[in-house]
């Protein structure tokens, strides 16, 4: 899978290992910054990530700050992007099977780094439960 990245300062370590995990596990990583844990502001960072999933050119990303909050804002502007702030491995796993999630956020802050691989494993692993979600609009507008 072809996954972009995109931190600003306060993400910037997490971005780091997870890259590293992602490349060890085959996938293609393109890195949009930040290079530092040096301030920056985070738009310009996070916006490109996003903007690569909306146009084709990755099939997901993955999103760093203090919070994560503020990331997904700049992301959920972008047609086409469905960003989710996950903290725990349910988070992550709804995002993903009721939400359809391509993007996911993570702030640094506030989520503890042992976590990671399974955050990463959950995104990068869970379906979308597509057929189920359309039954249910077809019951709502019958």
Same mark, same amino acid.
């Given at each position: 899978?072809?996954?972009?990245? &995109?931190?600003?300062?306060? &993400? /910037?370590? /997490?971005?780091?290992? +997870? %890259? =590293?995990?992602l490349r060890a *596990? !085959?996938?293609d990583v393109v890195d949009f910054g930040t290079n530092s844990d040096e301030s920056v502001d985070y738009p310009l960072f996070i916006r490109p990530a996003c903007e690569a999933v909306a146009n084709g050119d990755?099939?997901?990303?993955?999103i760093f700050g203090?919070?994560?909050?503020g990331e997904a804002m700049v992301a959920n502007r972008i047609? !086409? +992007?469905?960003?989710?702030?996950?903290?725990?491995? =349910?988070?992550?796993?709804? %995002?993903?099977?009721?939400n359809d999630a391509n993007v996911m956020s993570i702030g640094q802050r506030l989520v503890d780094e042992a976590l990671l691989p399974e955050l990463l494993d959950i995104f *990068?692993?869970?379906e979308f439960?597509? !057929?189920?979600? +359309?039954?249910?609009? $077809? $019951?709502?507008d019958e």
């Open positions: 899978m072809r996954i972009a990245l &995109g931190s600003d300062h306060a &993400g /910037y370590r /997490y971005k780091q290992l +997870v %890259a =590293e995990r *596990l !085959g996938h990755c099939e997901r990303a993955i203090g919070s994560g909050n047609t !086409g +992007v469905r960003a989710a702030v996950v903290w725990s491995t =349910e988070s992550a796993r709804f %995002a993903r099977l009721h *990068l692993d869970t439960e597509a !057929g189920r979600h +359309v039954r249910r609009i $077809q $019951q709502i």
